[in-house]
């Protein structure tokens, strides 16, 4: 296993696929056998809410840094080897939240999972800027684009500043006719090029479906080059089919009483929180 275990995934804007990324690097690892926790570190915004069918009352990441409740209260199973710890999505609970117990709350995860995604928000504020500094490493997500090339140039910066360190960088949304290379993105941000991740029809029809890439097609170019990263990241093999699935919606001590009507829901509500989260572009 890499002596780095938990990543803070993070841009300097929005609609990169920071989600997606986090997403389907997390299943990867899970269906190579590694225990993986998915956490929704963007206290604002609440990407991940949708992946666990909450209800109003549910407990979330919000109750937990409210010292309302406890970390496992707010971790939810999504597959075999994998769960999240959603956000809250009410502005109220929000406002009572402490980023500072975002620490201890990780140091939690990571003892008791292999591998620890953060889904970091974009911009500069102290919740966004503190993840970066708990995380072992950063990876910073960008597009081709100048602007989103610029926008990681802070957020490299932002990382600096927190005491982080930059595991490297994923290039999302490439076309083979572009005139960049995406050695030349990563030279020019001096940091290591992780993997480059093409644009793919899939991944649209992934978000719709309410099911990560790497289950919903996993051979698509898109797939494979996530599984490749993944497999770089931990030094395991990653298998090339699907071996996992990822619509159960139950915390992890009821997760043996879901049923079809929530799997559903779940399939719908995975759907509406990537979208929302990725619509950005």
Excluded: C, W
């Amino acid at each position: 296993m890499s002596h780095e275990t938990v990543y803070a995934i993070a841009s300097g804007k929005g609609g990169v696929g920071k989600t997606t990324t986090t997403v389907n690097l997390g299943t990867a690892l899970a269906q190579a056998g590694e225990r993986v926790a998915i956490v929704d570190a963007d206290l604002g915004m609440a990407n991940l809410a949708g992946f666990v069918s909450l209800t109003p009352d549910a407990t979330t990441l919000h109750d937990v840094l409210a010292h309302d409740a406890s970390i496992a209260d707010a971790t939810y199973r999504l597959a075999d080897n994998i769960v999240a710890v959603p956000s809250g999505t009410g502005l109220d609970d929000y406002a009572e939240t402490s980023p500072e117990g975002l620490r201890d709350a990780i140091d939690e995860l990571r003892a008791e999972y292999d591998y620890v995604f953060l889904d970091v928000g974009a911009g500069i504020s102290h919740e966004t800027v503190l993840p970066l500094g708990l995380a072992d490493a950063v990876i910073v997500i960008s597009t081709p684009e100048p602007a989103s090339v610029q926008d990681s140039e802070k957020t490299i910066e932002l990382t600096a500043h927190a005491g982080g360190e930059v595991a490297g960088l994923v290039v999302t949304r490439i076309h083979p006719d572009t005139d960049v290379t995406y050695d030349e993105i990563a030279d020019r941000l001096d940091i290591p090029l992780l993997g480059a991740v093409p644009e793919d029809g899939a991944a649209r029809e992934s978000v719709y479906a309410g099911t990560p890439l790497v289950v919903y097609e996993p051979e698509s170019p898109a797939a494979v080059a996530y599984r490749r990263i993944a497999a770089e990241l931990a030094g395991v093999d990653v298998p090339d089919e699907s071996a996992t699935e990822t619509t159960t919606t139950e915390s992890d001590d009821d997760a043996d009483d879901a049923d079809d009507e929530e799997s559903e829901a779940a399939h719908d509500d995975v759907s509406s929180a990537i979208t929302e989260a990725e619509s950005d572009s």
